[in-house]
């Protein structure tokens, strides 16, 4: 053996050790493990099947334009028209509600877009228009949760190659008669249970025109007091079935989710910004809780699973999404998308080119769309608004705490339960590095007396990780993350 390896060699026995030894981090917590799935929502989740998905694409497809600036439009066809397609949503919901014993109240939010208001969408709506949003709502059971609210949505218009064609051909199969079939499914499913909170089940108008129905029902939200802690919007989520493409994936959805809240104050950016929390607005959040549910409920590889892929930026590039709606009215929102848009298949007029022509067909038709891939959709959507719905809400008032006003390598955390919260709660208490995407680490810490704020100490530094707390009932439904 050479002088050079015999003084490597002790070199290396001298910090190993070091290598060895654990950051404080990792050395007091166990690492993040899926949560154990409610038998109870995994049974409804079954029910979410294909055929039922491809009904409602397909009938939407059949009024033949759902262009929102159909409704204006005198001498269509019977049948056809954005006017047709509510009242057909709003029938669904209506016999929704019948067989689970009137367990939804269902409203039409209607209201004129005027383009001599000067707004931003002025131009997509050249005259006075009337747009109706479709919801329905299944009110919490207990009085003390009930307030907490959990909505679901997709837009039911659709577009062509003209925006202002408003009796063309446009049977947005896939942008968005998906994500309103995802919606009307999570509703026949969730319906079947009850929850201690409230969830809301949505279609909205006017997303092409841009994001005209949902930014009105998110300022009408806002205006009514609604304690939305979650937006789920689903658009263009139909899995892609284009002849050819081998890059599209089918076992995972992507995510969006804004950094810093665009409804932010210059003083709560400011405090943002000092704490390091750009990653960890609500919305990030609420899209960290939807891969958790995920992993719970649909774990596996190798094709047997279904993930959520988290994108870390509001939406894709040059793109807008009915969850900015309620982003600006500062409620936690993300966006459910398919891996891969086929854009042959997005705001196009229908032309199908002679066979043999080797040309595209062109259009939003239903052939492009997979049922299979919509329905893992609609279960992750169902499977996250009954976890939320049946936690017992997030924690409230946390923050960190100085003991005697000095710093400490220990870091304390303090907070109360929600209201309403039982006996049987417990909060689970996340870490991570700060570089990474999702929570690693957690330790479990019991409920204080019915009340009570909880205080705990934990050895590892502050300035090393990001922390965050949920609460956690007695079957395991698990609440919305927050962060000090």
Same mark, same amino acid.
């Given at each position: 053996m050479s002088v050079f390896q015999i003084t490597m060699l002790g070199w290396l026995a001298f910090v190993a050790p070091a290598f060895a030894v654990q950051p404080d981090f990792a050395l007091h917590a166990n690492p993040l493990v899926p949560g154990v799935p409610d038998p109870a929502i995994a049974r409804v989740l079954v029910s979410i099947q294909p055929p039922s998905i491809k009904k409602t694409v397909d009938t939407l497809v059949r009024f033949g334009t759902r262009s929102t600036l159909s409704s204006m439009e005198a001498n269509l066809p019977p049948g056809e028209g954005i006017h047709a397609a509510a009242n057909w949503i709003e029938e669904?919901?209506?016999?929704?509600s019948r067989q689970c014993g009137g367990c939804l109240s269902v409203h039409r939010d209607t209201f004129i877009a005027d383009p001599a208001s000067g707004a931003p969408w002025a131009k997509r709506i050249p005259r006075p228009t009337r747009i109706t949003n479709i919801y329905a709502i299944q009110k919490g059971t207990d009085p003390l949760q009930a307030g907490r609210m959990y909505l679901v949505t997709g837009h039911y218009d659709s577009r062509n190659s003209n925006i202002l064609d408003a009796r063309g051909a446009a049977p947005g199969a896939n942008d968005d008669a998906s994500g309103?079939?995802?919606? $009307?499914?999570?509703?026949r499913a969730l319906t079947k249970l009850r929850f201690p909170a409230t969830i809301v089940y949505v279609a909205v108008a006017g997303e092409e025109q841009g994001l005209v129905g949902s930014a009105h029902l998110a300022h009408l939200a806002r205006q009514e007091g609604w304690q939305l802690e979650a937006v789920l919007n689903n658009d263009i989520v139909g899995g892609n079935t284009t002849p050819g493409d081998t890059l599209q994936l089918k076992d995972r959805v992507r995510v969006f989710s804004e950094g810093i809240p665009s409804a932010a104050t210059s003083a709560e950016i400011r405090r943002i910004?000092? $704490?390091?929390?750009?990653?960890d607005s609500p919305s990030r959040e609420l899209a960290r809780t939807i891969a958790a549910v995920a992993?719970? %409920?649909?774990p596996g590889s190798e094709g047997t699973g279904f993930s959520a892929f988290l994108v870390f930026r509001p939406d894709r590039y040059w793109?807008?999404?009915?969850?900015?709606?309620?982003?600006?009215?500062? %409620?936690?929102?993300?966006?459910?998308?398919?891996?891969r848009e086929d854009f042959n298949h997005q705001h196009q007029n229908v032309v199908i080119p002679p066979a043999g022509s080797g040309m595209p067909i062109l259009g939003d038709l239903p052939q492009f769309v997979d049922f299979n891939y919509v329905a893992h959709v609609a279960r992750l959507n169902a499977a996250t608004l009954a976890t $939320?719905?049946?936690s017992p809400g997030e924690p409230r008032k946390l923050h960190l705490v100085f003991p005697d006003g000095k710093l400490s390598n220990d870091t304390t955390l303090s907070w109360m339960p929600p209201a309403g919260a039982g006996a049987s709660v417990r909060y689970e208490v996340l870490w991570r590095p700060t570089a990474a995407g999702d929570w690693e680490y957690e330790k479990v810490v019991a409920s204080e007396a019915a009340g009570e704020p909880v205080t705990v100490t934990l050895p590892v530094s502050m300035d090393n990780v990001v922390f965050g707390v949920r609460t956690v009932d007695g079957k395991g439904h698990q609440s919305l993350t927050v962060v000090p």
């Open positions: 669904q919901f209506e016999q929704i309103v079939a995802v919606s $009307l499914e999570c509703a910004r000092e $704490l390091g929390e750009e990653s992993r719970t %409920y649909f793109r807008g999404g009915d969850q900015s709606s309620f982003n600006d009215e500062g %409620y936690a929102a993300v966006r459910f998308t398919e891996w $939320l719905a049946s």
